[in-house]
């Protein structure tokens, strides 16, 4: 049986690295677009939800050196308790 997650619990990845990512270090949308070499109305497209995140937008976030090279699943994790691991018997 699959488990569905409610809808009010998705966050759209756009809005993801928008609100963690670009806004605390104080990226313009106009200068990371042209750090990307894409347009900037790509860039408030995933931001706003409009577009998917293509793998390809991924890895140019992924290399840019003031942002983290991946998300942080570290922060994301951070004061939930660590799942117990048994050893199979």
């Given at each position: ?72 699943w570290e922060s ?14």
């Open positions: 049986m699959a488990m569905t997650m409610h809808p009010s619990l998705a966050v759209h990845p756009g809005d993801w690295l928008k609100s963690e990512v670009v806004d605390p270090h104080g990226v313009s949308i106009n200068r990371l677009a042209a750090s990307f070499h894409v347009t900037r109305q790509t860039l408030s497209n995933l931001f706003n939800g409009h577009t998917s995140l293509s793998a390809d937008m991924a890895i140019r976030f992924a290399r840019q050196p003031r942002t983290p090279p991946k998300p942080s994301f994790l951070k004061g939930r308790p660590k799942p117990k691991v048994s050893k199979g018997g």
